[in-house]
């Protein structure tokens, strides 16, 4: 399968840029994921990919040919929408084989070809039917199937699961992910969804405001975001975010802000010298703290509990820390009430520091 | 009388008055043209004095090398300004659904014709078909072209020329509402699976319209039957038969040639054709809408 490669990627509107010289190498056989908020440039570059959109400048090279003036079907490339863009005239099977039609490729090629990719997807009693007399999950499998079977090495998902409910929604994110591990090809999906996002990407690209903020494994972006924006789009409950300045004392330093001032030890301490004029932004992940009525204050938040959220296994709480909102993630068995002011310790791991001004994390 | 009485009757009392309008505007003079039709009827006399003649009139019809003549001048005026204005209309707004600069003025200009009164439209091509002073011929002969007798041998040519100048924007606005609502993403699809333009068209667009154009395309059937004033205007129907279409034959039989019950039995027989297109059409939209129902309740039943 080709690898895919975006050089200086920039789309404008009239006089408003979009898209910020997007650099991007998507490997062989990789599953690569464009996440980011509405607006982020994630849809326009997949659609650049595919030739729905022009490139106002820069190049898109598959293989090592440069595909920027070429039309979508000369692209080797098959497409998921969002809203599925079945032909609602045709049945199941007619929707699945329009582009082997097209190529005119013999019949009973086609048949066989049909037969395969609806038993793959699961469609094989509802060859027949018209997209109208299908329900949304089903739809959505017509559309993966008439992908797959076009046979291009580049697979290419417009936020396919978006129009679906929530307990569907969990559904074809396995499926897809299974799906994915079966078929060899490119896959580049856009989401706004960060949990489709950490599951099924081999590789996640984070955008925002029409630059890429950030990539790599889902984990190398959940431990070491490279700035604000990252750590505070990936994991929910979001990362919390309290202002704070380094200090030194004794030879030992500490990060301190409203209401808390916590220790900082070997490698973190390193990094908190980086800082400039000493201000910084502390991140921890609400996973990150944990109740300790007996921590010292030197590791631990004093929190006051505001809410708590009961969801099954786990509960979350909505605390306060010297007038900054912090989110706690924690076992709902333990005994918290509300109104208190308790003792969170902070994982020494978990602490990432941000520059106040850049945003940046220190490294 | 109950309220609950009063309460079913009372849609009934609504509608009363536009059932009497209704009466007195089309039933009322569409039963006197059924009734004069089987009468021997000229304009002199009251339809209480004409003689009952039964069906004499439309056997008269029947057996009218005269009547042939026109109906077949009416289907051919009817099959080719359709057949054609579909062709160039449908033609055109696949051709201009794009956003380029100066669209949505070109789109507006285009649709005027069909805001002209067609008797203005009449004398407006009946000066550019004279045969010396003319738009067409002059132009002919500045290019040192022969003059070409447009409302003399080429007369049925001529007056379709102008019903299609006149109709086809009626098609194009259609047909470009048509497109323009068609799933983008479904024509996107079809991209990405390798579709040509001329193959968009021809498997996803035209399919997709389908609908949409077959109303279209009978109610324009429908109007080119009835058509009257331009031709009336340009030919009077002339030379000899060549354009008379039905409805100017029926304006004429009453007329000049006095024979009322005549012209009711064609009125009639124009009735029963149109009848059939109407029908026809409502056919077409409830099948449509009984198989949209029927799909919706197959996708119901596995949900």
């Known amino acids: ?363 | 009388m109950s309220i609950a009485r009063v309460n079913r009757l009372s849609p009934y009392m609504f509608m009363a008055p536009a059932v009497v309008i209704m009466a007195i505007a089309l039933i009322y003079p569409l039963g006197y043209m059924i009734w004069g039709s089987f009468r021997d009827w000229a304009p002199s006399q009251t339809i209480g004095e004409a003689e009952f003649v039964g069906l004499k009139n439309y056997i008269t019809l029947w057996n009218d090398p005269n009547f042939h003549e026109s109906l077949t001048v009416t289907l051919k005026f009817a099959f080719f300004v359709v057949s054609i204005e579909m062709v160039i209309g449908v033609g055109l707004a696949l051709l201009l659904d794009r956003d380029i600069r100066g669209m949505s003025m070109l789109r507006t200009m285009l649709i005027l014709p069909m805001m002209i009164a067609p008797v203005v439209v009449g004398l407006m091509w009946r000066y550019m078909y004279h045969p010396t002073v003319g738009t067409f011929n002059r132009t002919l002969d500045s290019l040192g072209l022969p003059r070409v007798d447009w409302l003399g041998d080429h007369a049925l040519m001529s007056v379709i020329i102008a019903d299609i100048w006149q109709w086809t924007p009626f098609i194009f606005i259609l047909s470009l509402a048509a497109l323009q609502s068609l799933p983008r993403s479904a024509l996107e699809a079809a991209r990405i699976d390798g579709a040509t333009a001329w193959q968009q068209i021809i498997y996803i667009k035209l399919p997709l319209m389908m609908p949409v154009l077959i109303v279209t395309c009978l109610l324009r059937l429908i109007d080119a039957f009835k058509v009257l004033e331009v031709i009336l205007v340009l030919t009077e129907g002339g030379p000899g038969l060549s354009t008379e279409i039905l409805a100017l034959r029926i304006s004429r039989t009453a007329t000049e040639f006095r024979e009322l019950g005549v012209a009711a039995a064609m009125s009639n027989y124009l009735l029963l054709l149109l009848m059939l297109l109407t029908v026809g059409m409502f056919a077409f939209t409830r099948w449509q809408e009984a198989r949209a129902a029927r799909i919706r309740a197959l996708a119901e039943e596995d949900s």
Not at chain 1, 144 to 170: H, Q, T, V, W, Y
Not at chain 1, 228 to 246: D, Q, Y
């Open chain 1, 1 to 363: 399968m080709p690898i895919i490669r975006l050089d200086s990627l920039v789309k404008r509107y009239g006089e408003v840029q979009v898209l910020h010289g997007i650099e991007l190498e998507m490997a062989d056989n990789e599953f690569t994921v464009l996440v980011g908020p509405s607006g982020c440039g994630k849809s326009t570059t997949l659609r650049m990919i595919a030739g729905l959109e022009d490139v106002s400048d820069g190049e898109i090279y598959i293989g090592d040919k440069p595909v920027s003036h070429l039309e979508p079907k000369d692209r080797d490339l098959a497409m998921v929408f969002q809203d599925y863009a079945l032909y609602p005239h045709m049945n199941v099977a007619q929707n699945i084989s329009f582009a082997l039609r097209l190529q005119k490729r013999p019949k009973s090629e086609i048949d066989t070809k049909v037969r395969d990719v609806a038993d793959l997807v699961g469609l094989t009693d509802f060859l027949a039917r018209k997209p109208g007399a299908l329900s949304g999950g089903q739809r959505q499998r017509v559309a993966m199937a008439r992908a797959l079977a076009k046979d291009s090495g580049i697979f290419l998902f417009d936020e396919p699961l978006s129009n679906l409910d929530a307990k569907l929604r969990g559904q074809m994110r396995a499926e897809l992910a299974m799906m994915s591990q079966r078929v060899e090809k490119n896959m580049i999906y856009v989401t706004h969804d960060q949990i489709e996002a950490m599951t099924l990407a081999d590789r996640i690209v984070v955008m925002h405001g029409g630059y890429i903020q950030q990539q790599g494994t889902p984990e190398e972006l959940f431990k070491r975001p490279a700035n604000r924006f990252v750590a505070g789009f990936l994991g929910s409950p979001p990362m919390n975010f309290l202002t704070a300045r380094i200090q030194e004392e004794n030879g030992q330093i500490f990060v301190a802000g409203q209401g808390f001032r916590l220790r900082l030890d070997g490698a973190k301490a390193q990094l908190a010298g980086k800082a400039k004029a000493g201000e910084v932004i502390l991140g921890i992940r609400p996973s990150d703290l944990r109740f300790d009525a007996e921590a010292s204050a030197e590791t631990s938040l004093s929190l006051n509990v505001l809410v708590s959220e009961y969801i099954g296994a786990q509960s979350v709480l909505l605390c306060e820390c010297g007038g900054t909102n912090v989110m706690v993630e924690l076992n709902s068995e333990t005994p918290v009430a509300l109104g208190q002011t308790l003792n969170f310790t902070v994982n020494p791991n978990g602490i990432h520091l941000f520059d106040q001004q850049s945003e940046e994390a220190l490294s």
